[in-house]
């Protein structure tokens, strides 16, 4: 009985600490966070497989809401229901939460838009927020196993929302797409049957 106690523990602190540290080194939003939580969630922990984590990823940037939280709410309602998810969830929100306090309590406006050293610290990261958003696409794009037939949807939306389109008609695109291709291949299939 001990040992499920300590395992369970154990389970709510690696939950709780591997969101914690992906909400605490990434900067960027959830498009920078993309890749360490695959790194976390797929290779380290193998809490979710590859293509688990490919469908959450679009179920959550889908939902309402932080597309990173989305995610720890899903992974921790999967390995510990209700209690899993409020860990993730807290491990994803409190880095941010922490900074923001330190920030509005130690600086103002002011301080931050006249210091050289913040200037430079936030230079010095633009570049690095690319690179991590750019990063789990290109790994995304890869896991997906995208043909040559379909690859021109990611590339045509991107420049539509660069033009000005709104990205909520892609999903509601997306989604009629999705249920009417999977509508038409399970009339084939029954009537292959």
């Known amino acids: 009985m001990a040992d499920n106690r300590k395992a369970g523990t154990c389970i709510y602190w690696q939950l709780f600490w591997s969101f914690f540290k992906i909400g605490a080194f990434t900067f960027g939003g959830g498009w920078a966070m993309i890749s360490l939580i695959e790194r976390e969630m797929v290779d380290k922990y193998k809490w979710i497989k590859r293509d688990e984590f490919l469908d959450l990823l679009s179920l959550s940037q889908s939902l309402p809401g932080v597309m990173a939280v989305n995610i720890a709410v899903s992974v921790g309602d999967k390995l510990r229901g209700l209690r899993g998810c409020v860990v993730a969830a807290a491990g994803t929100i409190l ?18 838009n006249n210091n050289r050293v913040v ?53 509601v695109i997306g989604g009629f797409a999705g249920w009417w291709w999977l509508a038409r291949h399970e009339s084939k299939r029954r009537l292959n049957n």
């Open 95 to 112: 880095p941010s939460f922490l900074i923001i306090l330190a920030i509005a309590v130690y600086l103002t406006p002011d301080t931050i």
């Open 119 to 171: 200037n430079a610290v936030f230079t010095g990261i633009r570049p690095c927020v690319v690179a991590l958003i750019i990063a789990p696409v290109i790994t995304s794009a890869r896991s997906a196993n995208m043909g040559w037939r379909t690859v021109w949807i990611p590339i045509a939306v991107a420049v539509s929302i660069a033009v000005g389109l709104s990205p909520i008609l892609f999903i």
